[in-house]
């Protein structure tokens, strides 16, 4: 029964040590406004930058297939 109980105490302590404090998020409005043309090019970019090379390898994919 004593192994129960210490095993028990042991969940315990690593449940407690994996709790993480609240975040600080705050109810204010931004500091720095955000253009739409701003926001706009932030987006282009991050597509390109993420979709551009799956969709060269895609493309080419045949290519890769029949090159070996």
Do not use: C, W
């Not at 095993?7 to 998020?25: D, F, G, P, Y």
């Not at 109810?27 to 969709?55: C, D």
Request: charged content about 15%; glycine content about 6%; proline content about 3%.
């Amino acid at each position: 029964m004593s192994g129960i109980k210490s095993s028990v105490n042991l969940l315990r302590v690593a449940v407690r040590s994996q709790i993480v404090s609240k975040a600080a998020l705050s109810h204010k409005p931004a500091k720095h406004h955000i253009s739409a043309g701003e926001q706009a090019m932030a987006l282009t970019v991050f597509f390109i930058t993420i979709l551009g090379p799956s969709g060269y390898v895609l493309a080419h994919l045949e290519d890769y297939k029949h090159h070996s």
